[in-house]
C-alpha cells in the first residue's frame, strides 16, 4: 500500500531562519511527487512535481529535491508570507494511487 | 476569471440530514474530483469523474453521492448515512489525472 509521511509535524522558524521539511514516501512505482502550499482556510496550491531522484526544482525561496526514498522541501530566508502548511503527494507508475501526506504547518515569525 | 468556485464556504447540518456541497469549474476541465481533510490527516479522495455522466468511488465513498451531468459541475451530497461528516471538503479538477489539479476553496461542514 502506497504509504506518505511528512516531518516535522509543525515547525516554527524565525524570519530569514532557513530549513526542511520533509516528506518520505512508499510506492510501488513512483511516476511523479508533488508538493503543495495551503493556506488555512483554502485549497491547497500546486508548487513542484519530481519525477524522478536527483531532481530539483526551484521557486524563489523554495527548493524541492527527490530521492527514492523521500523529498525535501527547503526554506531559504523564509519570510513571514511563507507561512502555510505543505503537503506532498505521490503518483505511482500506474497512475491509480494519488496519496497525500498529512502536511507540515510551518510558522515563520517576524 | 478561469477558476474552480465551491458553495458555500461554511455548512452547518443536523443530524439525519442530507446536505449538497456545490462544484463549479470553467476551466474546461475533464477529470474533477472531491476529497475529505481532517486535521493531521492527508486529503482522502471521495469520488472522481473523468468524463461527463460517469464517476467513480474513492477511498473513502461510503455515505457519499455524486452527479455528473454536465462538465462544470460536480456536486457532492453527504447523506445521513455519513457517521462522521464535520469536515473540510475540497473539490478539484485537472485537464487528466489529479496530479497538477486546481482547487476550489474547500467547504467546512459542521454536524450540530
Known amino acids: 500500500e502506497d504509504q506518505v509521511t511528512q516531518s516535522p509535524e509543525a515547525l516554527r522558524l524565525q524570519e530569514g531562519e532557513s530549513s526542511s521539511l520533509n516528506c518520505s514516501y512508499t510506492v510501488s512505482g513512483l511516476r511523479g511527487l508533488f508538493w503543495y502550499r495551503q493556506d488555512p482556510g483554502k485549497g491547497p496550491e500546486f508548487l513542484f512535481t519530481l519525477y524522478s531522484a536527483g531532481e530539483e526544482k526551484e521557486k524563489e525561496r523554495l527548493k524541492a529535491t527527490l530521492t527514492k526514498k523521500e523529498s525535501f522541501l527547503h526554506i531559504t530566508a523564509p519570510k513571514p508570507e511563507d507561512s502555510a502548511t505543505y503537503l506532498c503527494?505521490?503518483?505511482?507508475?500506474?497512475?491509480?494511487?494519488?496519496?497525500f501526506g498529512p502536511g507540515t504547518r510551518l510558522s515563520v515569525l517576524p | 476569471d478561469g477558476g474552480i468556485t465551491q458553495s458555500p464556504k461554511y455548512l452547518f447540518r443536523k443530524e439525519g440530514q442530507n446536505v449538497t456541497l456545490s462544484c463549479e469549474q470553467n476551466?474546461?476541465?475533464?477529470?474533477m474530483y472531491w476529497y475529505r481533510q481532517d486535521p493531521g490527516q492527508g486529503l482522502r479522495l471521495i469520488y472522481y469523474?473523468?468524463?461527463?455522466?460517469?464517476?467513480q468511488k474513492g477511498d473513502i465513498a461510503e455515505g457519499y453521492s455524486v452527479s455528473r451531468e454536465k462538465k462544470e459541475s460536480f456536486p457532492l451530497t453527504v447523506t445521513s448515512a455519513q457517521k462522521n461528516p464535520t469536515a473540510f471538503y475540497l473539490c478539484?479538477?485537472?485537464?487528466?489525472?489529479?496530479?497538477?489539479?486546481?482547487f476550489g476553496q474547500g467547504t467546512r461542514l459542521t454536524v450540530v
Open positions: 503527494a505521490v503518483q505511482d507508475n500506474y497512475g491509480q494511487n494519488f496519496v
Open positions: 478539484a479538477s485537472s485537464p487528466q489525472g489529479p496530479a497538477e489539479a486546481f
Open positions: 469523474s473523468q468524463i461527463v455522466n460517469d464517476f
Open positions: 476551466l474546461n476541465h475533464d477529470a
